[in-house]
């Protein structure tokens, strides 16, 4: 009985010392690369994502652009990319990527996104009653895209058991709106990380 009540002693002291321990915290720059467990993450995002705006913004179609359209800057909005990965990539981290380096760009004018759009119009159509006629936006006066980024995300893996290689290909496309014509196309695969699993079991 006294070595239960020993053995229940140590273990609630256990749990109490550790409950009572502080992580380990530390604050680093947005630039530092951080790969833990060798899935996709932040610094995967701002490295493809400035390739692909690289590679677009010096294709014959969009650089040619202002030269054979009187000076006029091409309009782009980007549409969805499809995580057909095998693991859990939240898309819109870059979309948001890629929409903000083209608009920094200068090199594009940018319009809303579809779910964008919806609030503005909504907000457009209530400024018509409730706005002073000098101050409500007028309907029907949207800028319309001349070209749509679409793109996916996919992953090859190969393991031999204790390591694995991880290599994603970021496909990316962009369209002509009024044509449907593919004007530029890249698959971008500069992510590959090989992962080397500890043989230790706890």
């Known amino acids: 009985m006294a070595k239960q009540i020993l053995t229940i002693a140590a273990v609630s002291a256990a749990l109490i010392f550790s409950s009572c321990a502080s992580n380990?915290?530390?604050?680093?720059?947005?630039?530092?690369?951080?790969?833990?467990?060798?899935?996709?993450?932040?610094?995967?995002?701002?490295?493809?994502?400035?390739e692909i705006i690289d590679g677009c913004l010096a294709s014959p179609r969009i650089a040619l652009y202002p030269s054979q359209h009187g000076g006029k800057l091409p309009?782009?909005?980007?549409?969805?990319?499809?995580?057909?990965?095998?693991?859990?990539i939240d898309t819109e981290i870059l979309t948001k990527k890629l929409?903000?380096?083209?608009?920094?760009?200068?090199?594009?004018?940018?319009?809303?996104?579809?779910?964008?759009?919806?609030?503005l119009r909504a907000e457009r159509i209530d400024q018509q009653t409730n706005a002073s006629e000098s101050t409500a936006k007028s309907l029907g006066n949207e800028t319309g895209a001349d070209f749509m980024l679409q793109g996916s995300v996919k992953t090859i893996v190969d393991s031999?058991?204790?390591?694995?290689?991880?290599?994603?290909?970021?496909?990316?496309?962009?369209i002509?709106?009024?044509?449907?014509?593919?004007?530029?196309?890249?698959?971008?695969?500069?992510?590959?990380?090989?992962?080397?699993?500890?043989?230790?079991?706890?």
């Open 24 to 50: 380990n915290v530390s604050r680093v720059s947005s630039e530092t690369v951080t790969d833990l467990s060798g899935y996709w993450n932040d610094t995967d995002v701002r490295l493809v994502a400035g």
């Open 75 to 88: 309009v782009v909005i980007v549409g969805s990319y499809r995580n057909k990965s095998d693991e859990h």
């Open 99 to 119: 929409e903000a380096a083209l608009v920094n760009s200068g090199k594009v004018e940018f319009v809303a996104s579809s779910a964008e759009r919806n609030e």
């Open 160 to 174: 031999d058991g204790k390591t694995m290689a991880r290599s994603y290909f970021v496909t990316t496309e962009m």
């Open 176 to 202: 002509d709106i009024e044509t449907n014509k593919k004007i530029w196309m890249d698959d971008n695969s500069s992510i590959k990380k090989v992962i080397k699993r500890s043989s230790t079991r706890m």
